[in-house]
């Protein structure tokens, strides 16, 4: 999206309002040498962490926090920073309450272990990002529940917050702990650890429960008092207040309240997604997430009625946002973040109603360099125009889910595609001109055999061969296989899921017989979805195993490198919980379930009747395709599906739904080349010519919360500065053009730097090269993010010597923190290494082996054309100045540390300044 340049006049207002409004709204951390209140500001918790940028706030669009708000919020996400902030529902709620006048809202997430445990020697807890506020000072602690595998990180969120972790335990002295997200629809499991859970979606009840909360405040209000009131609330539900009794052979008896004006079940809560809150200035993390990218939910909700899709079933009624709408947003919110890549959300993008409408509405003005994805894409959803659209973004990859190999499986749970089909839609994919192909399978589904299995490589070793004949350059299949886990409020959870060794069996015996040559084959841990299977299914007796097994060090369990079954299979077996009573154990059809204290809003027989439909292998339609109810019971006065019109115009037929037409017209076989689908179209062909352009070099500096971003993490957000300021930058050409922006030495991790510089390359016919670099500099200036700050600019003449050739060396100071202890003898071992370094000009400076390389020992003096030891306050301050050679040089902790041997340095109390990066005479002129 390339707009030309603003007016003089029309910018510079602007820009008055934007640095007004900045000024005023973001409050940014002060990392500096001083702790002012709290160790998550402090040099010496960051510097001795492992990546810090996700302890410090300093994200562009962060919300303005209103401190004397009468109800505080405190968002939790049981992960680290880049799992939670990939998550669009967060966002979401984060920005509702903050714009709210009763509430504000702040964000913790999960230390990462070696965080955990510094927080402990320091002996200090864990706080909020945005004003490092002790979490025992907020009113609520809200948690979003998205994965079995994060439970045990809430209890290291409560622990490390200073938090009793059982609610029993807590008081008005603290935050009451509301959950939210898909496990809460069996809560029981953490039922010990929560005031209380939200069931279904949010917008709505958290601005009621933020009312409540006003009238009566949380460390003011007897909790019971408040807790009673909380669960009159619909759609909030409140463990403590409820009774579970258990019959002699552990299964539920029944359920009783306390209360008689409390619900029994608690009813989820559904919004309309027409014209529902979203924030199009959503927060951009200066260092990189899992899902780095814009997003926007386009539908809410499914029909398909896969049995195994819990999400599926929750989510009901389908709710869409209106394609015109969905445009305009989406515009917004890419201006508003410098994302290069538009995620259109939703359990299946391609059942939107028009969904073609809004990609042609995007594309419209739309840079090619920025991407749009649908990353819920379904087989039979696949329509070929919207591909040959989105080919013109030069995707080369898209993601495909048959879920089971054989179509006798795929009736079992209701995905009703045969084999044609699916090829129909591949060879339209293929025609396209996409190059990866990634295949989504389930390995444990109920009735499944090792037939099953066979066919499931068949299918994978067809489409092989297909990709081959079909994509001659650098072809990939990527086939990923998970094995299936029973789940809450689907089909299934009257199941019996394989157990560990039967999991391993067939994952062993799919590598076995998976082809080789293009094809990539992953496989989810077994264990893994053991325990999930168990905290899925489980009662309120599986918290005492969740307890344990964190209490013996059980940390993100789904993550490879801290995920220790050994110890999870300890915590059962003192806790005496049976994996097979949860795992192993095929419900009878009248068993009640620990989770049916809350509805989905689908009910009960709708399940019952799709597992005995998926038992005798028979699928069930789609209530959009023959306009007929399913009796799901999900549609009501309030919310019914917002399903298909009418009639279908053929040529937004998806490629799935003509072979279907031509299967019963007698045409050919689908694996041939269908007349319907054009040749590739030539956009997707690398663009090889080249885009006369001009370098404009910018001046700037990395303070504050940047300091802690790693270069790679700093070259896109300065890209992400550049696309929000509307720079028309020039890219590199093929399948995945990337913005050419150079450096001249790469910046570090932790020292602030100070007038260092940038280059990018700005299209000639774009207008920009006729802008004063003053008024660029202020326009970057009003959309950087916190701690960047850019100086001055200079358009470069054509041929000029290239930034890292131009660097010849660098300024820094090194002082110490406060904290630092021994600070006479560093000062004593300081001032004789400077000597003897005077005396005989050597100093050698020893590197570690690392990524292949063997160690070595440098000399130091090479590089060293200035040294001076001074002191401010009683601390020892060194100042430098260090040359570069084709980009090598040596660190300033490099150089002080070898300075003061044989005393040893802990880099943890060292703060260093980068002051000023060299350049010769002819680069620099501005």
């Not at 603290?174 to 039922?191: D, L, Q, R, T």
């Not at 300044?913 to 060299?918: E, Q, T, V």
């Given at each position: 999206?390339?707009?030309?340049?603003?007016?003089?006049?029309?910018?510079?207002?602007?820009?008055?309002?934007?640095?007004?409004?900045?000024?005023?709204?973001?409050?940014?951390?002060?990392?500096?040498?001083?702790?002012?209140?709290?160790?998550?500001?402090?040099?010496?918790?960051?510097?001795?962490?492992?990546?810090?940028?996700?302890?410090?706030?300093?994200?562009?669009?962060?919300?303005?926090?209103?401190?004397?708000?009468?109800?505080?919020?405190?968002?939790?996400?049981?992960?680290?920073?880049?799992?939670?902030?990939?998550?669009?529902?967060?966002?979401?709620?984060?920005?509702?309450?903050?714009?709210?006048?009763?509430?504000?809202?702040?964000?913790?997430?999960?230390?990462?272990?070696?965080?955990?445990?510094?927080?402990?020697?320091?002996?200090?807890?864990?706080?909020?990002?945005?004003?490092?506020?002790?979490?025992?000072?907020?009113?609520?602690?809200?948690?979003?529940?998205?994965?079995?595998?994060?439970?045990?990180?809430?209890?290291?969120?409560?622990?490390?917050?200073?938090?009793?972790?059982?609610?029993?335990?807590?008081?008005?002295?603290?935050?009451?702990?509301?959950?939210?997200?898909?496990?809460?629809?069996?809560?029981?499991?953490?039922?010990?650890?929560?005031?209380?859970?939200?069931?279904?979606?949010?917008?709505?009840?958290?601005?009621?429960?933020?009312?409540?909360?006003?009238?009566?405040?949380?460390?003011?209000?007897?909790?019971?008092?408040?807790?009673?009131?909380?669960?009159?609330?619909?759609?909030?539900?409140?463990?403590?207040?409820?009774?579970?009794?258990?019959?002699?052979?552990?299964?539920?008896?029944?359920?009783?309240?306390?209360?008689?004006?409390?619900?029994?079940?608690?009813?989820?809560?559904?919004?309309?997604?027409?014209?529902?809150?979203?924030?199009?200035?959503?927060?951009?993390?200066?260092?990189?997430?899992?899902?780095?990218?814009?997003?926007?939910?386009?539908?809410?909700?499914?029909?398909?009625?896969?049995?195994?899709?819990?999400?599926?079933?929750?989510?009901?009624?389908?709710?869409?946002?209106?394609?015109?709408?969905?445009?305009?947003?989406?515009?917004?919110?890419?201006?508003?973040?410098?994302?290069?890549?538009?995620?259109?959300?939703?359990?299946?993008?391609?059942?939107?109603?028009?969904?073609?409408?809004?990609?042609?509405?995007?594309?419209?003005?739309?840079?090619?360099?920025?991407?749009?994805?649908?990353?819920?894409?379904?087989?039979?959803?696949?329509?070929?125009?919207?591909?040959?659209?989105?080919?013109?973004?030069?995707?080369?990859?898209?993601?495909?889910?048959?879920?089971?190999?054989?179509?006798?499986?795929?009736?079992?749970?209701?995905?009703?595609?045969?084999?044609?089909?699916?090829?129909?839609?591949?060879?339209?994919?293929?025609?396209?001109?996409?190059?990866?192909?990634?295949?989504?399978?389930?390995?444990?589904?109920?009735?499944?055999?090792?037939?099953?299995?066979?066919?499931?490589?068949?299918?994978?070793?067809?489409?092989?061969?297909?990709?081959?004949?079909?994509?001659?350059?650098?072809?990939?299949?990527?086939?990923?296989?998970?094995?299936?886990?029973?789940?809450?409020?689907?089909?299934?959870?009257?199941?019996?899921?394989?157990?560990?060794?039967?999991?391993?069996?067939?994952?062993?015996?799919?590598?076995?017989?998976?082809?080789?040559?293009?094809?990539?084959?992953?496989?989810?841990?077994?264990?893994?979805?053991?325990?999930?299977?168990?905290?899925?299914?489980?009662?309120?007796?599986?918290?005492?195993?969740?307890?344990?097994?964190?209490?013996?060090?059980?940390?993100?369990?789904?993550?490879?490198?801290?995920?220790?079954?050994?110890?999870?299979?300890?915590?059962?077996?003192?806790?005496?919980?049976?994996?097979?009573?949860?795992?192993?154990?095929?419900?009878?059809?009248?068993?009640?379930?620990?989770?049916?204290?809350?509805?989905?809003?689908?009910?009960?027989?709708?399940?019952?009747?799709?597992?005995?439909?998926?038992?005798?292998?028979?699928?069930?339609?789609?209530?959009?395709?023959?306009?007929?109810?399913?009796?799901?019971?999900?549609?009501?006065?309030?919310?019914?599906?917002?399903?298909?019109?009418?009639?279908?115009?053929?040529?937004?037929?998806?490629?799935?739904?003509?072979?279907?037409?031509?299967?019963?017209?007698?045409?050919?076989?689908?694996?041939?080349?269908?007349?319907?689908?054009?040749?590739?179209?030539?956009?997707?062909?690398?663009?090889?010519?080249?885009?006369?352009?001009?370098?404009?070099?910018?001046?700037?500096?990395?303070?504050?919360?940047?300091?802690?971003?790693?270069?790679?993490?700093?070259?896109?957000?300065?890209?992400?500065?550049?696309?929000?300021?509307?720079?028309?930058?020039?890219?590199?050409?093929?399948?995945?053009?990337?913005?050419?922006?150079?450096?001249?030495?790469?910046?570090?991790?932790?020292?602030?730097?100070?007038?260092?510089?940038?280059?990018?390359?700005?299209?000639?016919?774009?207008?920009?090269?006729?802008?004063?670099?003053?008024?660029?500099?202020?326009?970057?200036?009003?959309?950087?993010?916190?701690?960047?700050?850019?100086?001055?600019?200079?358009?470069?003449?054509?041929?000029?010597?290239?930034?890292?050739?131009?660097?010849?060396?660098?300024?820094?100071?090194?002082?110490?923190?406060?904290?630092?202890?021994?600070?006479?003898?560093?000062?004593?071992?300081?001032?004789?290494?400077?000597?003897?370094?005077?005396?005989?000009?050597?100093?050698?400076?020893?590197?570690p082996a690392r990524k292949g390389k063997p160690a070595k020992t440098l000399e130091a003096a090479d590089f060293i054309e200035h040294l001076e030891l001074d002191s401010e306050d009683g601390f020892p301050v060194l100042k430098l100045r260090l040359s570069s050679e084709n980009g090598k040089s040596v660190r300033p902790e490099e150089v002080i540390?070898?300075?003061?041997?044989?005393?040893?340095?802990?880099?943890?109390?060292?703060?260093?300044?980068?002051?000023?990066?060299?350049?010769?005479?002819?680069?620099?002129?501005?």
């Open positions: 999206m390339v707009n030309p340049p603003y007016s003089t006049v029309d910018f510079g207002l602007k820009l008055t309002i934007i640095r007004g409004i900045r000024g005023f709204l973001y409050h940014i951390p002060d990392i500096s040498n001083k702790n002012k209140g709290g160790t998550l500001v402090s040099h010496l918790f960051l510097n001795s962490v492992e990546r810090p940028s996700r302890y410090v706030a300093g994200e562009f669009n962060q919300k303005p926090i209103d401190t004397e708000a009468q109800v505080k919020w405190c968002f939790a996400f049981p992960d680290v920073y880049e799992i939670g902030m990939s998550f669009t529902g967060m966002s979401i709620l984060y920005g509702l309450i903050n714009q709210s006048p009763l509430s504000s809202c702040e964000r913790v997430f999960t230390p990462w272990v070696d965080a955990e445990k510094r927080l402990a020697e320091l002996g200090e807890t864990l706080c909020s990002l945005e004003n490092n506020r002790p979490l025992a000072d907020f009113d609520v602690l809200g948690v979003s529940l998205q994965h079995e595998m994060n439970y045990t990180n809430v209890l290291t969120i409560l622990n490390s917050g200073g938090l009793p972790i059982h609610q029993r335990n807590r008081d008005q002295r603290h935050p009451i702990v509301i959950g939210g997200g898909s496990c809460v629809y069996n809560a029981e499991p953490m039922a010990e650890f929560f005031e209380a859970f939200v069931i279904g979606d949010g917008e709505e009840v958290i601005l009621e429960i933020t009312h409540l909360l006003s009238e009566m405040p949380v460390h003011q209000t007897d909790r019971e008092e408040l807790l009673h009131a909380l669960a009159k609330i619909p759609g909030v539900y409140v463990p403590s207040l409820y009774e579970v009794f258990y019959q002699a052979d552990g299964t539920i008896d029944g359920f009783k309240k306390k209360y008689e004006d409390i619900p029994i079940p608690v009813m989820a809560r559904k919004v309309q997604l027409n014209g529902a809150y979203i924030d199009t200035a959503p927060m951009v993390p200066s260092s990189k997430t899992i899902h780095d990218r814009a997003a926007i939910e386009v539908l809410r909700g499914c029909t398909r009625g896969c049995r195994f899709c819990q999400a599926g079933y929750i989510t009901r009624p389908i709710r869409e946002r209106p394609s015109n709408e969905l445009v305009r947003l989406s515009q917004e919110m890419m201006k508003n973040t410098g994302y290069d890549n538009l995620s259109l959300l939703s359990l299946s993008t391609a059942d939107h109603k028009d969904l073609g409408g809004i990609v042609d509405g995007l594309l419209e003005d739309w840079d090619p360099a920025i991407g749009i994805s649908l990353p819920s894409l379904r087989i039979d959803g696949f329509d070929q125009r919207i591909a040959t659209r989105l080919a013109e973004l030069h995707q080369s990859g898209f993601t495909f889910a048959p879920e089971a190999g054989s179509t006798r499986l795929r009736k079992v749970i209701s995905k009703d595609l045969g084999d044609r089909e699916i090829f129909a839609t591949l060879n339209g994919v293929f025609q396209k001109g996409w190059q990866t192909i990634k295949l989504y399978f389930q390995m444990g589904l109920p009735t499944e055999t090792y037939e099953d299995l066979d066919q499931l490589v068949d299918l994978v070793k067809r489409v092989r061969n297909m990709l081959i004949e079909k994509v001659p350059k650098r072809p990939k299949l990527n086939v990923s296989v998970n094995p299936h886990v029973p789940k809450p409020f689907t089909p299934f959870q009257w199941s019996v899921q394989d157990d560990l060794e039967t999991l391993k069996e067939k994952a062993r015996y799919l590598k076995r017989i998976m082809p080789r040559g293009p094809v990539k084959f992953s496989y989810h841990e077994p264990e893994l979805s053991v325990l999930e299977g168990v905290m899925s299914r489980g009662d309120r007796k599986v918290s005492k195993a969740i307890e344990r097994a964190w209490e013996l060090g059980c940390r993100f369990d789904d993550w490879g490198e801290t995920f220790r079954y050994d110890l999870w299979m300890q915590a059962f077996e003192e806790t005496g919980i049976d994996i097979g009573f949860y795992n192993q154990r095929e419900r009878c059809e009248h068993e009640i379930f620990p989770w049916e204290l809350v509805s989905c809003g689908v009910v009960r027989s709708y399940f019952l009747l799709e597992w005995n439909r998926a038992i005798k292998g028979k699928a069930t339609y789609d209530c959009r395709d023959r306009r007929t109810c399913t009796i799901c019971e999900i549609c009501t006065e309030d919310y019914r599906h917002d399903l298909y019109r009418p009639e279908v115009e053929p040529e937004a037929m998806t490629l799935v739904e003509l072979e279907r037409a031509r299967a019963v017209s007698g045409e050919n076989d689908a694996c041939g080349t269908p007349e319907e689908i054009p040749e590739a179209p030539e956009a997707i062909a690398p663009n090889s010519q080249q885009i006369p352009s001009t370098v404009l070099r910018l001046e700037f500096s990395k303070t504050g919360p940047a300091r802690w971003l790693s270069q790679l993490d700093l070259q896109r957000t300065l890209i992400q500065t550049f696309r929000r300021a509307e720079l028309p930058m020039t890219h590199s050409q093929g399948f995945n053009p990337r913005p050419q922006v150079s450096f001249a030495m790469a910046l570090p991790l932790g020292p602030e730097c100070h007038s260092e510089w940038v280059d990018v390359s700005i299209r000639d016919d774009s207008g920009f090269v006729e802008t004063s670099p003053e008024m660029l500099v202020g326009r970057l200036n009003g959309v950087s993010a916190p701690g960047i700050s850019f100086a001055s600019g200079q358009w470069m003449e054509k041929g000029s010597l290239p930034l890292a050739k131009s660097a010849i060396g660098t300024e820094a100071t090194v002082r110490f923190i406060p904290e630092t202890p021994d600070l006479g003898e560093i000062q004593k071992a300081l001032e004789e290494g400077v000597s003897q370094f005077e005396n005989e000009r050597t100093l050698t400076i020893p590197r540390q070898a300075l003061a041997k044989p005393y040893v340095l802990d880099r943890v109390y060292l703060d260093v300044s980068r002051d000023r990066l060299i350049l010769r005479e002819e680069g620099v002129s501005v």
